[in-house]
């Protein structure tokens, strides 16, 4: 206790006994802050000038307006009372309970007496102080966690219950206090025939926690069931003996719904990987195939019949070509490869797609700007937005109406640029996708990228189009703005940075294979796939290149080494048996610096290498290729240095 002098306030009507108890207080080290004697000016002075401690004659004048003025005092500011009583009359001292004073003393005033009143009751209505506060805290903190808390006693009746807990049982803390709480925390378990565990039971019978974490489900009061956790512990006094248990739950069955997401969305990660692994190989395959139908071609301009015949198989090569490429869009393993296109040409190419995507019940217009600007952008994945964007649009009219694609310029200027937290001045392409169907509220449109956000049914919707496309726009440092109102139809608008014309040269496919060829330049090829890597001998060799092929990078190097590392361009498989293809290239880059390189893959996304590749910057090929491609890509590998 601090060792200012406590204050007290005397209220006593008979002037002479009020001096002669100020006297003493002061004698036993108290200070007197007023004395007064009427109720009236009890309670003036106990709010200006508040004491520690009030006592009281219960008799003021004729009545026992000391009564209520204690009552006051204690209800408004919280200050105890200690009563001074000449006499107790039953009824006198019924109501004084009442007023809850802290003690009484009798007159005449025995010294000691008073003292010990003052002492105690200072000391109780401190200790009771921090109990309140100590309770509030308790009381709020049990209020505020999301976690549902039920506490009871020693034979397992309840307690309390927070609100929380009320919520997720139904029960209302009133109801269940004093229930055995088996009654109120009813549990069962998925598996019905399985024994649940009574978990209060357990840490009452043995003392110890537990925790039921296994589909353990909660009865509610109206006989819903819910996944729940949780766990039971003992309560103890400061001796150590158990007093109660509390129980703390809470609902999972938001996290039951997300793991089975995330069982989904691995298993499709598998399928993902098995689809990217089976392209791979097969892309090989298609290589070869493909190589060696264009070599025997022009060998039969005599043979029109086979070369029909041939030129089938070559198509149906292309074909099968596609397919792969879908797989590995469909695993997401392949890389975005940044390309110059013409954001028209491409939604032309898909308009067959989208017709039958949508059916006949809806409209296609298509609203394209003519000379768009070009865009560097990934063609696979900017598809994939317009069929998943037109699949949505389809979703959100089943009973017709129109689809609008539209591409237009448009310049963000710097204060426009601030509307969006993804916008930036500059000059863009806009890709514009409306429909005339449902709508959205602004719940809904909050909450559109968001992974596994759907309204769809159940098999309907997965609620990762708008996610995908999300990160896709993201990836391409573009972005997304949506405009819709329920059944006022949605417009999504992609804006993607516009690049000035200018030609590329690895997009010069009007040059004649004739332009294309080599002038004996000396080529170190390494594949260690034997069909592909005798095709490719062959065919570099007739296009006029120099050609030394390896099956692995040791033997690589031993040739390189042979021939005095007399070679103009490496051309190397990414995935060899003995060492990556993007090693091997970084050996010979140290020995000689300005030979040219040239890395090719038919499964670049699972290559753990492909980052190495894209910093770089090592010219790319993606198996299978056609001989023009490949011519293409040979002159432009020759055309650059890596330290370029
Ligand atoms: P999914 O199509 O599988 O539900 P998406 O991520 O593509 O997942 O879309 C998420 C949600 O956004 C949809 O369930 C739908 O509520 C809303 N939505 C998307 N596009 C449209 C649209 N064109 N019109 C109305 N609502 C849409
Ligand atoms: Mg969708």
Redesign the pocket.
């Known amino acids: 206790m601090n060792t200012e002098k406590k204050k007290i306030l005397v209220v006593e009507d008979e002037h002479i006994i009020a001096m002669e108890i100020q006297d003493r207080l002061e004698d036993l080290g108290y200070h007197v802050t007023d004395t007064v004697g009427s109720k009236q000016a009890a309670i003036q002075s106990a709010e200006t000038n508040p004491p520690d401690l009030v006592l009281m004659d219960i008799m003021l004048g004729n009545e026992t307006g000391g009564l209520d003025a204690a009552e006051y005092i204690h209800v408004h500011f919280d200050i105890p009372v200690v009563f001074l009583t000449a006499y107790s009359d039953k009824k006198t001292l019924a109501r004084a309970k009442q007023a809850e004073p802290y003690g009484y003393i009798l007159k005449p005033l025995d010294e000691r007496e008073v003292s010990t009143a003052v002492e105690i009751s200072l000391y109780k209505h401190e200790m009771e102080k921090q109990l309140k506060a100590h309770k509030e805290w308790l009381s709020t903190t049990l209020k505020s966690i999301g976690d549902a808390v039920i506490t009871t006693d020693r034979w397992g009746s309840v307690v309390s219950l927070n609100p929380s807990a009320e919520k997720l049982t139904g029960w209302s803390q009133q109801d269940a206090i004093g229930l055995s709480v088996n009654k109120v925390f009813r549990i069962t378990n998925d598996n019905e025939t399985e024994w649940v565990k009574d978990p209060v039971g357990i840490v009452l019978d043995t003392g110890e926690s537990v925790s039921l974490t296994n589909n353990t489900l909660l009865i509610t009061k109206k006989g819903d069931k819910i996944a729940i956790d949780d766990n039971a512990a003992p309560i103890r006094d400061d001796h150590g003996n158990l007093n109660g248990v509390v129980l703390v739950f809470r609902n999972v069955e938001d996290k039951k719904q997300l793991d089975e997401q995330l069982r989904q969305a691995s298993k499709m990660q598998a399928i993902g990987t098995l689809a990217g692994g089976i392209a791979h190989d097969f892309n090989n395959i298609l290589t070869a195939i493909r190589g060696n139908t264009e070599l025997i071609l022009p060998e039969l301009k005599q043979m029109p019949v086979i070369h029909q015949f041939i030129q089938e198989i070559q198509d149906s090569v292309d074909q099968a070509a596609e397919l792969t490429r879908k797989l590995l869009l469909f695993s997401c393993s392949k890389p975005f490869s940044f390309e110059t296109l013409d954001l028209n040409t491409l939604i032309e190419n898909m308009t067959d797609l989208i017709f039958r995507l949508i059916g006949d019940q809806i409209q296609f217009k298509k609203v394209l700007l003519p000379e768009l600007s070009s865009i560097k952008a990934d063609r696979d994945t900017l598809e994939q937005i317009l069929l998943?964007l037109s699949?949505?649009a389809r979703?959100a009219m089943p009973k017709g109406g129109t689809l609008t694609i539209r591409t237009k310029h448009v310049t963000i200027s710097e204060s426009q640029s601030r509307m969006h937290a993804e916008a930036r001045p500059g000059h863009f392409v806009c890709l514009s996708i409306s429909d005339t169907g449902v709508g959205m509220n602004k719940k809904i449109l909050e909450r559109i990228f968001e992974p596994f956000f759907t309204t769809k049914k159940h098999g309907k919707?997965t609620g990762l189009?708008?996610a995908v496309i999300f990160g896709i726009v993201k990836e391409h440092r573009g972005w997304i703005e949506v405009r819709s109102k329920p059944s006022e139809g949605s417009t999504f608008d992609i804006y993607l940075e516009a690049i000035p014309k200018k030609p590329d040269l690895a997009a010069q496919t009007d040059l004649p294979i004739q332009a294309l060829r080599g002038n004996g330049e000396r080529i170190l090829f390494i594949e260690d796939e034997t069909k592909v890597r005798t095709f490719m001998e062959k065919t570099l060799s007739k296009s006029n290149f120099v050609t030394f092929a390896a099956a692995n990078a040791k033997e690589a190097m031993e040739i390189f080494e042979r021939e005095n590392g007399n070679f103009d361009l490496i051309f190397s498989d990414v995935e060899l048996p003995d060492e990556s293809g993007v090693a091997l290239a970084e050996k010979i880059l140290k020995i000689k610096p300005n030979i040219h390189i040239l890395l090719t893959s038919g499964y670049p996304g699972y290559s753990t290498k492909w980052a190495d590749i894209q910093k770089k910057a090592y010219p790319f090929l993606e198996k299978p290729y056609s001989l023009v491609t490949l011519l293409q890509k040979i002159r432009l590998a020759m055309s650059k240095h890596q330290n370029e």
Do not use: A, I, P, T
């Open positions: 998943n699949m949505n979703d919707g189009g708008l």
